[in-house]
């Protein structure tokens, strides 16, 4: 099997250091949705040792705080599943009160037709607020 999180090809990246990535996905509906992604090719968090899981968590979490400040959504998804994809990552989704499936989830039935177009922030702005949120994160 091809791993397509592996291969990293036509990804947008955003943000990375030598363990996990951060990746701007490519979702007119959807403009802010990032994924972060382990580099490394395993399943589960539970793969991880102690300190790999806080540390894409804080990533996780440093990606979420950056895309609120920016676009000030009315909610952020988060989601980990891999039923398609078996390498470890997690969606940061945010999720307005007027898109197309709220409140639902993105992958199910449409509820309305798409609404007002949003941009996603802009990728280097983004970069430095996840490095800014991961500094205050870890801190201490």
Same mark, same amino acid.
């Given at each position: 099997?091809?791993?397509? @999180?592996?291969?990293?090809?036509?990804?947008?990246?955003?943000?990375?250091?030598?363990?996990?990535?951060?990746?701007?996905?490519?979702?007119?509906?959807?403009?802010? #949705?990032?994924?972060?992604?382990?580099?490394?090719?395993?399943?589960?968090?539970?793969?991880?040792?102690?300190?790999?899981?806080?540390?894409?968590?804080?990533?996780?979490?440093?990606?979420?705080?950056? @895309?609120?400040?920016?676009?000030?959504?009315?909610?952020?998804? @988060?989601?980990? #599943?891999?039923?398609?994809?078996?390498?470890?990552?997690?969606?940061?989704?945010?999720? #307005?009160?007027?898109?197309?499936? #709220?409140?639902?989830?993105?992958?199910?039935?449409?509820?309305?037709?798409?609404?007002?177009?949003?941009?996603?922030?802009?990728?280097?702005?983004?970069?430095?607020?996840?490095?800014?949120? @991961?500094?205050?994160?870890?801190?201490?």
């Amino acid at each position: 099997m091809t791993c397509p @999180l592996c291969a990293r090809t036509d990804e947008a990246l955003v943000w990375e250091d030598p363990l996990c990535r951060v990746i701007a996905v490519a979702d007119d509906d959807y403009p802010g #949705f990032c994924r972060v992604v382990w580099h490394q090719h395993v399943a589960e968090m539970s793969d991880l040792a102690p300190p790999q899981q806080r540390h894409l968590l804080n990533v996780v979490m440093a990606t979420e705080i950056a @895309l609120r400040e920016a676009m000030q959504p009315d909610k952020i998804n @988060l989601a980990s #599943f891999g039923n398609m994809v078996p390498h470890l990552h997690w969606h940061v989704i945010p999720r #307005f009160a007027d898109d197309r499936h #709220f409140p639902q989830p993105v992958w199910g039935a449409a509820q309305r037709a798409p609404g007002p177009t949003r941009h996603a922030p802009d990728r280097r702005a983004l970069a430095a607020a996840i490095r800014d949120s @991961l500094a205050e994160l870890t801190a201490g």
